[in-house]
């Protein structure tokens, strides 16, 4: 288990935490000094209440929890947040009520989770040739077989 290091940046931000020793994303919850109304088809930043610094060549992914996303119609308005492993702002969510009714957050409230995963950093390097792959250039949009 990597040791990652974390600070408060408001007094009653709640840790990122994980539910159950499966689970694979850490819930993040909402730090709030009063409910927070989100308004049919509006978006609005929640703060998390901390910063985090993530090792090197890390990438924190926020994804939507499905029980909010379905009972109440709140997600992330960018369906996949990422948080480079350089950022040490304040991690907040921006969260978009894709329903016709209006929604209140509440502190502590379990508001989106995070996957922390590898990535690898490329060079990018213009080229006339690709290398030929069964798949090929079918896919979507395109007229092939995919």
Known sequence: MQNVPIK?????????????????????????????????HQTVMIPLGYALALPEGWVGLVFARSGLAYKQDLAPANK????????????????HNHGSTPRIVT???????????????L???ETDDLDETARGVGGFGSTGTN
């Open 8 to 40: 408060r940046l408001r007094e009653k931000a709640i840790f990122p935490a994980y539910a159950t020793a499966g689970s694979a994303g850490a819930d993040l919850y909402a730090c709030l000094d009063e409910p927070v109304e989100i308004g049919p």
């Open 107 to 121: 502190h502590g409230e379990r508001i989106a989770q995070m996957i922390v995963v590898p990535y690898l950093t």
């Open 123 to 125: 060079q990018f390097t």
């Open 80 to 95: 996949v947040g990422v948080i480079d492993c350089d950022y040490r702002g304040e991690w907040m969510v921006p969260l």
